[in-house]
């Protein structure tokens, strides 16, 4: 194993705007700093309007400061009341930074794969809330430890810290592992095809919304399974954040909503917005095969939160688990 070398690219902060010609007795100035969103396949998404990210910089070997910005609305990533950013958009956007900062920084080419092994967060619900603007934010990713080479992989951790301006609004955690296409290819064993049109492992018909804490019926990912507890993940593979973009097997993404509603599905009629969660992925979650999640209420550390494990299995294996925590709403 030998250390990954840093690659600092430069430009990578904001955008910089031609400077204007100067004219007659007019002193050329220095051009405007504008703000634009980092390139989509640095974070993997095929839709701008998905990249959260805005820029970042390099504080010394093992820490970075990453830009983002959430917009007051948001078409999925959305509380009932609408009067909060969802916690799992924090989820999103930490995952997001530690594809940016290993494409951008740790040398990583684009045409390689990633492994998402842990997403953890934990969210300050009041700087969560929407304001008169959108809401500007600095992560400040730290590496765990260095992240190291093997051939032509490369596995890294970061811990990271979410601030609203001078607010702590978040903090996370996240392991990555990235491997060329070629090595991919035969970890998959055939199913690397991200242009075979996706087969459902089963067909029930979806939850009803407000039992999962949904508004929309195209945003609910659950079927019942006909055993208390228990429900078959059925997505819909045209879903426009979800499935963002052509994939050979269910994000991980996809399965971090499916713990959230599958923790507001065992409390009902009572909702649980999820203001932690911690995620360990276990394997691929194939599309062509029945994914049954499971719940179940578990003691945690806050005595006044709702904390909910979830489980999903495939074929008998476990495909991920999550611990979510959560502040019950009676209303």
């Not at 499935?243 to 009572?270: C, K, T, Y």
């Not at 969660?277 to 394997?283: K, P, S, V």
Request: glycine share 6%.
């Amino acid at each position: 194993m030998t250390l990954l070398a840093f690659r600092t690219p430069a430009a990578l902060t904001t955008a910089e705007a031609p400077g204007m010609i100067p004219g007659p007795g007019r002193a050329a100035g220095p051009a405007p700093r504008l703000t634009s969103t980092v390139a989509k396949e640095y974070v993997h998404r095929a839709c701008h309007a998905e990249v959260f990210l805005t820029g970042s910089e390099q504080l010394n070997e093992t820490t970075f400061v990453v830009s983002a910005q959430w917009p007051r609305a948001h078409t999925f990533f959305s509380t009932p009341d609408g009067t909060r950013h969802d916690p799992i958009q924090a989820a999103e956007t930490i995952r997001q930074a530690g594809l940016y900062l290993a494409h951008t920084r740790f040398g990583v080419p684009l045409d390689h794969k990633f492994m998402m092994w842990n997403l953890d967060y934990t969210t300050r619900p009041r700087q969560l809330l929407i304001g008169a603007k959108p809401t500007d934010l600095t992560i400040e990713a730290r590496l765990v430890a260095q992240p190291r080479r093997n051939r032509a992989s490369v596995d890294f951790t970061l811990s990271t810290v979410v601030r609203r301006g001078p607010h702590l609004a978040a903090t996370g955690y996240a392991r990555f592992t990235t491997v060329p296409d070629s090595t991919y290819r035969r970890l998959r064993r055939g199913r690397h095809d991200v242009d075979a049109l996706p087969v459902p492992g089963t067909t029930a018909e979806p939850l009803p919304p407000a039992r999962v804490g949904r508004l929309r019926p195209c945003d609910v990912v659950l079927a019942p399974a006909g055993a208390p507890g228990t429900w078959y993940l059925t997505p819909d593979f045209w879903h426009p954040i979800l499935f963002d973009h052509a994939n050979d097997h269910i994000p991980g993404m996809v399965l971090l909503e499916a713990a959230r509603q599958a923790g507001n599905a065992l409390a009902s009629p009572v909702t649980v917005t999820p203001t932690a969660a911690a995620t360990t992925f276990h394997r691929y979650a194939e599309h062509d095969a029945p994914t049954v999640i499971t719940a179940r209420h578990t003691p945690g550390d806050d005595p006044e939160a709702l904390t909910t494990t979830v489980t999903g299995h495939q074929h008998g294996e476990p495909i991920f688990t999550t611990v979510l925590s959560g502040q019950p709403d009676h209303r």
